[in-house]
């Protein structure tokens, strides 16, 4: 559902409350709605004791790791010798994501604010906002805002840059991207070192996706016990989600609930649920690059990193995909199974030549040309992708060939034995 | 019969200092690659091989390391492409809301025969792209910079002749 | 010291350590070689081959050997289940699009991906039904050809123009399976050093042109050797077959090449299977030198010197050994001797990323090892003075545009042409360095050993042994 849309009675409306409010992308207009002040009050504060607000508010990673933001500006050296960097990932493309491109579209000015007070608790004097290629429409509205906000002296000595990724999906991997920055090819890096330690230029370096971002402002403002607060389900997962539904649902967009919101609410009540006539198959709620869950799991989920994780699948991106009974499981995994090898950086073996061996295998199935070995062959070759490589592309590509091959064994043996009419031609 | 012409450099005039001002965001020469690159391609259209010995010298990289970025990143076009470039993303979600019937579309009203190659009246390049971040607004396309949503097979013809 | 080092078990086997040593390196200790790719210890770690998959108690995930340091205590295997089943597969991932190329293939007998894959691949591939990715040959530059069919994208040959050769002149091109390594058409893989990218290759995907469908890898026999293109002194393997050089390729010297040697040593090897040598000793009998034995020969050396007094010159390649250099001084140590030698001179050319490693613009192995033994460069003054000695030894220089009133003697490996010293009383043949076993001293004064590879042709002998014998039937072998 494109902006501005009157927020759904069950949402938990934090982020997205100015998303289809065109002046909230000015200066004026942000400050008018309460912005920049948190800002001015971080400023004021010792680094050390934002961090433990963000902490103490139980904030995670919105990318997809989720991995406690506070935790992880505590990385950063205390004592500061050398340049500090921050960067921020807007390479949004994970399949099914579509909630940063709106909160830079919408809000740019709760992305700035925050990452300057995020800049100022890891004592950084440059941040740098990676934003995909493709992103032209929020490239304009950051670039503008940006300008205001330079102009009206917000930041401080703090310098925010913004540089432009020219479409690699793996750029999105913190390590890929602070190659990128550094007008390398977008190749992850192996670990140790770690980012805090030596990344950005060899400096200590903090990646914080944009939806953490944004939120950092508010956590500032209403306080880490408001955000804490904010917890439906286990008290880990805290604060809200923008949840990006798409696919088969009648309603799709971006819908932000509070964490361990059942998923059943999110696609029937909020969504609509799927066209009419039409049945709910499977349902990703990561991004493509966690498990599928059939219909009894998807009804069962509640959206919060242990949740899902119970649900047997992940959090994620939070990029809900929604199949329904018309969808073509093994045709739409062999899709997801080409992004990933167009993806692949090249570096490992496994992922370079597994995801493309993997997608030839689908392309073989579907081209009525399977065997009864592919299968298994496909879950050897899943194994033998995970828990191997450099960065988890690799896993990406397994996860979604492993669970639907679990999950949707009936459509692959059709193709196989026949009993489905060919899709593809070898 | 074959004539060289005299290459025109891109970084001169105003185009140097736009990229002096870029070098003066990053502590080294090298980061300011990507954006050089973009600056190229908005001022010729593509990178040739030539560019990319010309921003290697700029920035004090070797015209092999500026081509190994160049063909790593999918936005960069290596050759001209048509006067509309368009990509449709063909990614799951979008692909199960008719996204190859878009690019099927597209293909039909423009005459450009496969996805990849350029229309005859060098108007139009169609390519299927990865995931464009926007799934909710299925099935969105990029038409040079500008980015469209909720793309159906029948809005084709119109979005065709808008920028024909 | 002994507190300061790590103690590890590896297979089993407890090995000592020094902090921040590679588990792969730590393994070496321990006998245990850990398949690997991408790792070189002369190379930047990249850790992109996966090859090196080991587990490690108590990690969650296998981790990779290269790129993983030694802690106390830590418990390695590397032949549990689980690593052997990873690196099987990462065999098998190289495997599928790698072509069948072994019969045609340069590298088959010498492949890391052959031997691997024979130690623990699998025996059949299950990629049967699809068709393999596929890039023509291309021409890299002077000596390099790249098949990219072959190419395991291990990124040694990048990594090595990067940061040792410091000329950025390749890259890896694409993404994914579509990658290869690429190079700019308007570059050439023409540095000095390039070649070496040949040897890092585990694989034949870069291969010489010059060895290019010359040998087999099991129908050379390898000699140790140091190369004779200049008087850096790096350690060198001849590759000989049936008697003849065929190729030069490093050998591991951390004190002096590190694991390479540069293109002009590389191609330095083709003199050493001349044809045109001289192949028995020559005397001169009625004007005319005539083909004799060595008992001849000596005896009419021994003539000579017995019957000569006053000032002896030698003029000496600075290819010549240590040994040869040392006796042939001692030949004539009961004369007033001057000893020189001239030294062809070319452009220096360092290898940047290792320290003191260079092409060195003295062309010669052992003009450090003349001057030590009390040769000069005073090569013109020599000649002179040559024209009024008693005796003249011309050593190894066939161009040496020596006249002289005396008696010349010529010990070298071909004729001299009829402008120079065919006026020799003698004529001795010796064997070249492939030949015979020898020292040279090299630039920084160290003293390094070459081996015979391969026979010398007819009577021709090591300038050593005849020097030697000389030296003895003159009575002036022993040190006073």
């Known amino acids: 559902m494109g902006y501005p849309h009157k927020p759904h009675p069950k949402e938990t409306v934090v982020l997205s409350q100015y998303f289809g409010d065109a002046d909230a992308r000015t200066v004026k207009g942000w400050t008018k709605r309460g912005g920049y002040e948190a800002l001015a009050q971080a400023l004021k504060m010792e680094p050390v004791t934002v961090t433990e607000v963000m902490k103490e508010s139980g904030l995670r990673g919105r990318g997809g790791a989720g991995f406690p933001t506070g935790l992880k500006w505590s990385f950063m050296p205390k004592e500061k010798k050398k340049p500090h960097y921050l960067c921020v990932n807007a390479d949004e493309s994970e399949p099914g994501t579509f909630k940063d491109r709106e909160i830079m579209r919408w809000t740019p000015h709760a992305l700035l604010e925050g990452t300057a007070i995020a800049a100022h608790a890891i004592q950084a004097e440059v941040a740098y906002v990676y934003i995909r290629g493709e992103f032209t429409e929020p490239w304009t509205i950051m670039e503008k805002a940006l300008a205001e906000a330079n102009a009206a002296g917000v930041f401080g000595k703090i310098k925010i840059v913004l540089h432009r990724g020219a479409g690699a999906y793996i750029c999105g991997e913190e390590t890929a991207l602070m190659n990128s920055i550094e007008g390398k090819r977008g190749n992850p890096r192996i670990k140790p070192p770690f980012p805090a330690a030596a990344g950005l230029f060899g400096m200590p370096t903090t990646i914080n996706n944009v939806e953490t971002l944004a939120a950092v402002p508010q956590i500032l403002k209403r306080g880490a016990a408001w955000y804490k607060g904010l917890c439906l389900s286990n008290p880990k997962s805290t604060g809200t989600k923008l949840f990006s539904v798409c696919g088969h649902v009648q309603r799709p967009g971006n819908y932000e609930v509070t964490m361990g919101f059942p998923l059943k609410d999110l696609l029937y009540d909020m969504c609509g649920g799927v066209p009419a006539g039409r049945t709910l198959k499977a349902c990703i709620p990561g991004g493509s690059s966690v498990p599928i869950l059939n219909r009894e799991e998807t009804e069962r989920t509640l959206l919060d990193y242990e949740g899902c994780v119970a649900a047997g699948s992940m959090l994620g991106s939070g990029g809900v995909i929604v199949f329904d009974d018309s969808a073509d499981m093994v045709y739409q995994i062999m899709r997801l199974a080409r992004f990933y090898a167009h993806e692949s950086c090249a570096q490992c073996t496994q992922c370079r030549e597994g995801t493309a061996w993997t997608t030839k295998i689908l392309e073989r199935i579907l081209a009525g040309q399977g065997k009864t070995q592919d299968l298994d062959l496909l879950l050897d070759l899943s194994e033998n992708m995970t828990g191997k490589t450099i960065c988890v592309l690799s896993d990406s590509c397994a996860a979604p060939v492993v669970s639907g091959i679990k999950k949707f064994k009936n459509e692959f043996e059709d193709y196989i034995a026949g009993k489905r009419k060919p899709v593809m031609v070898a | ?164 | ?480």
């Open chain 3, 1 to 480: 010291m002994a507190d300061s080092l790590i103690t590890l078990m590896i297979d089993g086997v407890p090995v000592s350590v020094a902090p921040g040593t590679l588990v792969i390196e730590a393994a070496k200790q321990a006998g245990v070689l850990v398949p690997h790719y991408c790792y070189h210890p002369g190379l930047p770690v990249a850790g992109v081959c996966r090859m090196c998959l080991v587990e490690i108690e108590k990690a969650p995930k296998l981790q990779i050997a290269c790129a993983t340091a030694v802690t106390e205590g830590m418990v390695v295997k590397t032949q549990s289940a689980p690593a052997k089943d990873a690196r099987k597969s990462v065999l098998e991932f190289l495997l599928i699009n790698h072509p069948l190329d072994c019969p045609i293939c340069d590298q088959a007998g010498e492949c890391e991906l052959q031997d691997f894959v024979f130690q623990e691949g699998r025996s059949g591939t299950r990629y049967g039904e699809y068709a393999k990715r596929f890039n023509p040959v291309e021409d890299f530059g002077p000596d390099v050809l790249y098949v990219p069919n072959r190419c395991i994208l291990c990124t040694r040959c990048v990594r090595f123009m990067d940061d040792v050769a410091q000329e950025p002149v390749l890259n890896v091109s694409e993404r994914g399976d579509r990658a290869f390594i690429g190079i700019h058409p308007e570059a050439r893989l023409d540095h000095p050093w390039a070649g070496n990218v040949v040897d890092l290759c585990p694989v034949g995907s870069l291969l010489s042109k010059d060895f290019l469908h010359k040998a087999r890898a099991w129908e050379l026999d390898k000699t140790a050797s140091i190369c004779t293109g200049c008087s850096q002194g790096c350690s060198v393997t001849l590759d000989t077959r049936d008697e003849v050089v065929v190729r030069v390729r490093p050998r591991p010297n951390l004190d002096v090449n590190r694991y390479f040697i540069c293109d002009h040593g590389r191609a330095n090897y083709r003199w050493m299977n001349r044809g045109d040598r001289i192949e028995a000793p020559l005397v001169k009998r009625d004007g005319e030198l005539h083909a004799t034995d060595w008992d001849e020969a000596f005896a009419r050396v021994v003539g000579i010197l017995r019957g000569a007094s006053g000032k002896a010159v030698a003029l000496v390649s600075p290819g010549a050994s240590v040994e040869a250099l040392a006796l042939a001084k001692r030949l004539l140590s009961t004369f007033e001797w001057t000893g020189a030698f001239q030294v062809v001179m070319g452009e220096e050319a360092p290898l940047a990323g290792v320290p003191n490693l260079a092409l060195r613009a003295e062309r010669a192995p052992n003009a450090k090892g003349a001057e030590q033994l009390g040769y000069t460069r005073d090569y013109d003054a020599a000649v002179k003075a040559a024209e009024s000695a008693a005796v003249v030894l011309v050593l190894d220089d066939p161009d040496c545009p020596v006249q002289t009133a005396g008696a010349l003697i010529y010990a070298g490996t071909v004729l001299p042409p009829e402008t120079a010293c065919r006026a020799a009383q003698v004529v001795l043949p010796i064997a070249n360095v492939a030949e015979e076993d020898g020292t040279f001293v090299n630039r920084d004064g160290r003293a390094q050993r070459y081996f015979q590879a391969k026979p010398a042709p007819g009577m021709a002998r090591p300038a050593a042994w005849v020097l030697g014998e000389l030296a003895a039937a003159l009575g002036v072998a022993e040190v006073a």
């Open chain 2, 1 to 164: 019969m074959t004539v060289t012409e005299e290459y025109r450099p891109v970084f001169a005039g105003k185009v140097l200092e736009e990229l002096q001002v870029i070098l003066g965001r990053y502590p080294t020469k090298q980061a300011a690659l990507l954006p050089a690159l973009w600056v190229v391609q908005r001022e010729r259209g593509w990178i040739s091989d030539r560019n990319m010995a010309e921003v290697g010298e700029v920035l004090g990289v070797t015209p092999a390391y500026v081509k190994g970025v160049v063909t790593f990143y999918t936005m960069y076009h290596q050759h001209p492409v048509g006067r509309n470039f368009v990509q449709v993303c063909t990614t799951s979600p979008c692909n199960i809301c008719g996204a190859e019937g878009v690019v099927k579309a597209f293909l039909e009203q423009t005459g450009a025969k496969d996805a990849g190659a350029t229309s005859p009246d060098g108007k139009w390049t169609i390519i299927e792209v990865e995931c464009l971040g926007a799934c909710g607004f299925a099935t969105p396309v990029l038409i040079n910079d500008d980015f469209v949503e909720n793309v159906t097979p029948d809005k084709v013809a119109d979005l065709v002749k808008k920028y024909r």
